[in-house]
């Protein structure tokens, strides 16, 4: 198994740009399907986007497309997520999961603690 930590959050205006990390323990991370969901204050888990095990396939919730860009580089065992022209409405913490699955299941995902992003208006 991996271990995620996540990092890279914070606070931004309206517009602006973050990029988060998704760091792995491990020498398996190649072999896991990796993506990033969120949470919102009150409000349910949702995903936003994932990329499969070879960094050749990607997925996006439609409220991201075009904005942010997940990637990944086997070789630091690490995963990104590009995020850009922020809104409010993206405020929340930003998990990170991996599974061997492909589209990522919740249920059986291995997940990171989460980094908080915050997006005034």
């Known amino acids: 198994q991996v271990q995620l930590v996540e990092s890279g959050g914070g606070l931004v205006q309206a517009g602006n740009s973050l990029r988060l990390s998704c760091a792995a323990s491990?020498?398996?991370?190649?072999?896991?399907?990796v993506g990033w969901f969120r949470q919102a204050p009150g409000k349910d888990r949702e995903f936003v986007a994932a990329i499969n095990w070879s960094g050749r396939s990607t997925i996006y919730a439609d409220s991201v497309k075009g904005r942010f860009t997940v990637s990944r580089d086997n070789a630091k065992n690490t995963m990104y997520l590009q995020m850009n022209s922020l809104k409010p409405e993206g405020t929340a913490q930003y998990y990170c999961?991996?599974?061997?699955?492909?589209?990522?299941?919740?249920?059986?995902?291995?997940w990171g603690q989460g980094t908080r992003v915050s997006v005034s208006s």
């Open positions: 491990g020498r398996t991370f190649g072999g896991y399907n």
């Open positions: 999961a991996a599974d061997g699955s492909w589209p990522i299941r919740v249920r059986s995902a291995l």
